[in-house]
Nanobody, 122 residues
Framework: QTQLVESGSRPVQAGDSLRLSCVASERARNMEMITWYRQASGGGRMFVAGVRWSDGSTDYADFVKGRFIISRDNGKNTVYLQMNSLKVEDTAVYYC???????????????WGQGTQVTVSS
């Protein structure tokens, strides 16, 4: 059973904005937090941003601070990643993941979405 489903990706240009959505099943919704990761071609999976379901606490990777905003809608079991001022280097597959702890490593996350490709052209 799919626990997390990402959506919202479309081709964009540098400087554009894009909002990704991650809809969580009840199982994923019962985890402590949802985290967005990204994986560029040939690279490892990197933490982007995380949000705690209960109080909305957030954390961001330095390379997206001031540009990306993570938020959650508890009523819709959905977490959003608002990406502004996109750069070519933001091109990657973006994954959302659910885990029962704050700022866990990728190996500790319980559920993963299938990923969605974000391509930023110059």
């Amino acid at each position: 059973q799919t626990q997390l489903v990402e959506s919202g990706s479309r081709p964009v240009q540098a400087g554009d904005s894009l909002r990704l959505s991650c809809v969580a099943s009840e199982r994923a919704r019962n985890m402590e937090m949802i985290t967005w990761y990204r994986q560029a071609s040939g690279g490892g999976r990197m933490f982007v941003a995380g949000v705690r379901w209960s109080d909305g606490s957030t954390d961001y990777a330095d390379f997206v601070k001031g540009r990306f905003i993570i938020s959650r809608d508890n009523g819709k079991n959905t977490v959003y990643l608002q990406m502004n001022s996109l750069k070519v280097e933001d091109t990657a597959v973006y994954y959302c993941a659910a885990g029962d702890g704050w700022l866990l490593s990728t190996a500790q996350m319980t559920y993963w979405g299938q990923g969605t490709q974000v391509t930023v052209s110059s």
